[in-house]
């Protein structure tokens, strides 16, 4: 069974930076299109971006674009959610997630890691 793992959550300060970390087993990660999303509390899940396969062509939300990045690195089967200028409306739990559609909906994507924690204050 395919598990996405997430990591590099944690507290930050309004302006700074955070580097999100997404991982598979299996090598998975490379056959697959990946997507970070967020969910606040009490909100429903929300797209943040998403790459493709070559890592070459990525999409972002309004909310986000020109402040993240999201990139991979195939040789490490690592995705990676590079944060910056964060807002304390950032504030969420961040979850990877796999697609063979380049695509914005939740819907879209077969699986799911458990999320890392990324809080903003300001």
């Known amino acids: 069974q395919v598990q996405l793992v997430e990591s590099g959550g944690g507290l930050a300060q309004a302006g700074g930076s955070l580097r999100l970390s997404c991982t598979s087993s299996?090598?998975?990660?490379?056959?697959?299109?990946v997507g970070w999303f967020r969910q606040a509390p009490g909100k429903e899940r929300q797209f943040v971006a998403v790459?493709?396969?070559?890592?070459?062509?990525?999409d972002y939300s309004d909310d986000v674009k020109g402040r993240f990045t999201i990139s991979r690195d195939r040789a490490k089967n690592e995705v990676y959610l590079q944060m910056n200028s964060l807002k304390p409306e950032d504030t969420a739990t961040y979850y990877c997630a796999l697609t063979k559609l380049f695509t914005r909906v939740p819907a879209n994507y077969h699986t799911w890691g458990k999320g890392t924690r990324v809080t903003v204050s300001s």
């Open positions: 299996g090598g998975t990660l490379r056959t697959n299109m």
């Open positions: 790459v493709n396969l070559g890592g070459h062509i990525t």
